[in-house]
């Protein structure tokens, strides 16, 4: 049996309004229908999206569970059978010749593990966005060894980044998705595909409608905008942006002062706002940034985090709300690198850990572990696990005294 090239992955979660649309824009591909297949896997049940699901005889796939977008995936990945895998969530459309052209580019470029395209923004009622609200794309296409010191650059100077309607990838790249947990999907799949051999290919062609969805009721509030903009403060930005939340004419304003300071894509820039995510306790689900800008600090982290630099702490903050879950079988260079991240948070002294090496000092250099439960306030079974921790760290060392034993902070 000849298996079909290209497998589209749909995803949906509870919003039905939009997926007709997007499996639509499917059945309007040129590609010969015979060379790529559909699997939609969504947790509900609706007349419209259903019927044109059953007219085309496509998988539907309905799960019960409230599965993350990566497990979803993965049960995509587990149920298609393209040489080829791309991605397509419910808000968003192709245009007619996407699959087309992914098809193509992977005939003719040898070695290709990783395409993605540029799109067109679109509101809630399919109006495409100014392009000028958004960052500057290069207009010619770029293919580079996924190993190209280079590539970076490239994706930060002109955010050549991609959302999972706008990545396709091999077959064996696919495979190393799997077992990742969490929404933030579309890095992890560049992360995968720069640590893996083969060739990387950014297309200014912009083969997808991407939906983006603003708040009306905060479009009306230009003047808080005018006011947030001119502190250029990125706290007082953090601070006040659970209020704004995501929109247009703020992202447009935000990007030009940057523009003009520097460049909106260095790495400072995304550093400094995860300093005041940190400051001010934010996670990922309570800070909703513009989304060009949470998808640059997600790679920056990546790329920077291995550069002993005090900003470390801030990837602790955020690796402990899952950030980077990646799964087992992956490639050996970037296994090394989440080895070596795992080896650092291990070596991290968080503020408990601090707090515990004080106490003792100030009592001398050696106390049990009542006394320092009872100064700390930590509880008995956590108090146990740091201070293993900071024995395997070489900070304190237990020692017997009066017969009981204790801890004394060991001598450097």
């Known amino acids: ?131 000028k609200f958004f960052a500057i794309k290069p207009s010619f296409n770029i293919i580079m060894k996924s190993d190209d010191p280079r590539w970076e650059k490239i994706i930060a100077k002109y955010e050549i980044y991609s959302n999972n309607s706008s990545i396709a990838v091999n077959r064996n790249i696919a495979e190393n998705i799997k077992g990742l947990k969490g929404g933030m999907i579309d890095l992890a799949i560049m992360a995968i595909s720069s640590f893996s051999e083969g060739l990387l290919f950014y297309t200014s062609k912009r083969l997808t409608y991407y939906r983006v969805h603003i708040n009306k009721n905060v479009l009306k509030n230009q003047n808080s905008y005018e006011q947030l903009y001119n502190t250029n403060t990125s706290f ?111 070596k991290y002294l968080d503020d408990e850990d601090k707090l515990i090496l004080y106490t003792i000092k100030k009592n001398r250099g050696i106390m049990d572990i009542n006394e320092i439960m009872i100064k700390t306030n930590i509880n008995k079974n956590k108090l146990n696990r740091k201070l293993s921790k900071l024995i395997d760290l070489g900070y304190l060392e237990k020692v017997s005294f009066l017969k009981a034993e204790v801890y004394k902070i060991k001598s450097s």
């Open 1 to 131: 049996m000849e298996y079909p090239k290209i497998s589209v992955i749909v995803t949906a979660h509870n919003r039905k309004k939009y997926l007709p649309y997007a499996l639509q824009s499917l059945e309007k591909q040129t590609l010969d229908k015979d060379k790529f297949e559909v699997i939609v896997i969504k947790n509900f049940e609706d007349q419209l999206s259903d019927k044109i699901i059953e007219r085309n005889n496509w998988k539907n796939i309905v799960i019960e569970e409230n599965n993350t977008l990566g497990e979803k995936l993965s049960l995509g990945i587990d149920e298609s059978k393209g040489d080829i895998i791309t991605f397509l969530e419910d808000d968003d459309m192709y245009k007619p010749e996407r699959l087309m052209y992914i098809y193509k580019s992977f005939q003719k470029i040898k070695n290709l593990i990783y395409i993605s395209n540029d799109v067109d923004v679109i509101d809630e009622n399919n109006n495409i966005i100014d392009k």
């Open 236 to 346: 007082t930005f953090l601070a006040n942006y659970q209020s704004f939340q995501t929109d247009i004419s703020f992202f447009k304003k935000f990007q030009s002062n940057c523009e003009k300071s520097s460049n909106v894509f260095c790495e400072k820039l995304a550093f400094d706002y995860l300093a005041n995510i940190r400051a001010l306790n934010l996670d990922s689900k309570q800070l909703k940034l513009p989304i060009s800008q949470w998808r640059l600090l997600k790679f920056s982290l990546l790329g920077s985090i291995l550069s002993n630099t005090s900003l470390f702490n801030m990837f602790i903050n955020l690796a402990t709300l899952s950030f980077f879950v990646f799964n087992k079988n992956l490639p050996s260079r970037l296994s090394l690198f989440i080895t070596n991240i795992k080896d650092k948070i291990n």
